[in-house]
């Protein structure tokens, strides 16, 4: 898979600040790709350079209404009006995918599908309504959206959509709680300035939930480590962590994901959590 030139963004947030750590995560030749709490689909569309088939579910209509106006007849992205913690897949009743009923070709017999490109959504071919979020994706990237959930039981579910070898990054908030914490969050703030200045403000879309975090840094890095062994996880100046995971290999001896991700990806995603950060 070729990675297209990145482009300029519509906005700029600190949560958008952070799309380049997700992006640089992504695996060369990476073939399905979901975004989790997707909102206006701004990350989706730019994994769609990064990866064969990218499906971004949000359980807000209004979000995923604006998300295919912006990017839903993209030929390899789909959206998907889903609550990631409901057990049989997630699917808002109702809610119709990028191939409705009448744009979608009939389905092969029994498949629930439409034929032609498989983005890993099941449609009903006559209703056209989402059946699922569905399993096995090779890459699960999910920002500003753990704060709105149960924590540990969030990843327990992300974990279960991953398929074997897939990488997981999440970019979530915590809580400040130690005099260390304060302090951290206090050196963001003239970068937060800066950078806010450099991109012509902060600006959040429309209709995006706003929740404050009830976990501090401490229990989120503790929670993540007891439910992803191995994972890497980082506290960024701009008030977001990240986490990155890389399930393991039916058979595989449990390593760290240090050493599970290859150098070059390795070094892409340092450059964003050291001081190059622009």
């Not at 090779?138 to 398929?163: E, N, P, W, Y």
């Not at 879309?205 to 929740?211: F, K, L």
């Amino acid at each position: 898979m070729s990675r297209r030139t990145p482009q300029q963004d519509p906005y700029w947030n600190h949560n958008v600040h952070y799309h380049r750590l997700v992006l640089d995560a992504v695996p060369d030749g990476c073939g399905r790709a979901l975004d989790i709490g997707c909102g206006d689909g701004l990350l989706v569309r730019k994994l769609a350079g990064r990866a064969r088939e990218v499906t971004g579910v949000d359980r807000s209509a209004d979000m995923i209404r604006v998300a295919r106006e912006h990017g839903g007849r993209s030929p390899n992205i789909a959206f998907l009006r889903a609550d990631l913690m409901t057990p049989d897949g997630g699917a808002v009743r109702g809610a119709t995918g990028i191939r409705d009923a009448a744009t979608s070709p009939p389905a092969g017999p029994g498949t629930g599908r439409g034929s032609g490109h498989d983005t890993g959504i099941d449609i009903d071919p006559e209703s056209g309504t989402d059946l699922g979020i569905g399993t096995g994706y090779d890459f699960i990237s999910a920002v500003a959206v753990l704060h709105h959930l149960d924590f540990a039981a969030a990843l327990d579910r992300m974990t279960g959509l991953l398929a074997p070898g897939g990488r997981l990054v999440l970019i979530g908030l915590a809580n400040n709680r130690t005099p260390l914490d304060w302090l951290i969050s206090a050196a963001g703030v003239p970068a937060a300035r800066i950078l806010a200045r450099r991109h012509g403000g902060k600006t959040d879309p429309p209709g995006m939930p706003v929740q404050d975090p009830g976990m501090t840094w401490n229990q989120v890095r503790r929670v993540a480590r007891e439910r992803l062994p191995g994972c890497r996880f980082r506290r960024h100046l701009l008030w977001r962590y990240s986490v990155v995971w890389e399930k393991p290999r039916e058979g595989s001896v449990n390593r760290s994901t240090e050493n599970r991700i290859d150098r070059r990806t390795r070094n892409r995603i340092a450059c964003r959590i050291t001081g190059t950060e622009q």
